[in-house]
T-cell receptor, first 115, second 110 residues
Framework: GAGVSQSPRYKVTKRGQDVALRCDPISGHVSLYWYRQALGQGPEFLTYFNYEAQQDKSGLPNDRFSAERPEGSISTLTIQRTEQRDSAMYRCASSSDRGGNSPLHFGNGTRLTVT | QQPVQSPQAVILREGEDAVINCSSS?????VHWYRQKHGEAPVFLMI?????EQKGHEKISASFNEKKQQSSLYLTASQLSYSGTYFCGTDRSGTYKYIFGTGTRLKVLA
């Protein structure tokens, strides 16, 4: 069984460009989470899905950030008109069910650098 | 709203014990604990649910005090492999929105 897969691993983009970050969760996992992590800090919640439904997007910093999971599997986090402050590690995690007794399995992340 | 962990950092010798605390200002439904090594993804250690306690590993255990809105992670007879940053992840009232704590950096020396 493969783990959570994220692509690309590294993304360098120029300010003002749009980027799309992809997450492929563990097969069959119901819940999918997006986090942003600064160096030395804990993961910062962005949004999460149960199946294809976005349950909570309160952590998205502003309307330049959006996420989707149209078929309840792969998810894309899109950042429009990127700014330098968007530079960070973006991590995806999946969980086998919606209950609190299921661990989050994290991917290796996408390191985004906005120049 | 972010849970506060203490201590921020701790250095141990192999074989010594450590306690890491996680405190929330909000009522908690469950608490997760994760360990992250430098350059790697966080790895799950254990979950504690409201009204119960679950031990995930032989020498690593945890407690969950719902009234105090606190959880503690206990590391006994530490090994070099325990080095890393520990995070608690909290879920308030079953919303499944996991908010992670400020982190505790632990280093075990030979």
């Amino acid at each position: 069984g493969a783990g959570v897969s994220q692509s690309p691993r590294y993304k360098v983009t120029k300010r003002g460009q749009d980027v799309a970050l992809r997450c492929d969760p563990i097969s069959g996992h119901v819940s999918l989470y997006w986090y942003r992590q600064a160096l030395g800090q804990g993961p910062e919640f962005l949004t999460y899905f149960n199946y294809e439904a976005q349950q909570d997007k309160s952590g998205l910093p502003n309307d330049r950030f959006s996420a989707e999971r149209p078929e309840g599997s792969i998810s894309t986090l899109t950042i429009q008109r990127t700014e330098q402050r968007d530079s960070a590690m973006y991590r995806c995690a999946s969980s086998s069910d919606r209950g609190g007794n299921s661990p989050l399995h994290f991917g290796n992340g996408t390191r985004l650098t906005v120049t | 709203q972010q849970p506060v962990q203490s201590p921020q950092a701790v250095i141990l010798r192999e074989g010594e014990d450590a306690v890491i605390n996680c405190s929330s200002s909000k009522a908690l439904y469950s608490v997760h604990w994760y360990r992250q090594k430098h350059g790697e993804a966080p790895v799950f250690l254990m979950i504690l649910l409201k009204g119960g306690e679950q031990k995930g590993h032989e020498k690593i255990s945890a407690s969950f005090n719902e009234k105090k809105q606190q959880s503690s992670l206990y590391l006994t007879a530490s090994q070099l492999s325990y080095s890393g940053t520990y995070f608690c992840g909290t879920d308030r009232s079953g919303t499944y929105k996991y908010i992670f704590g400020t982190g505790t950096r632990l280093k075990v020396l030979a």
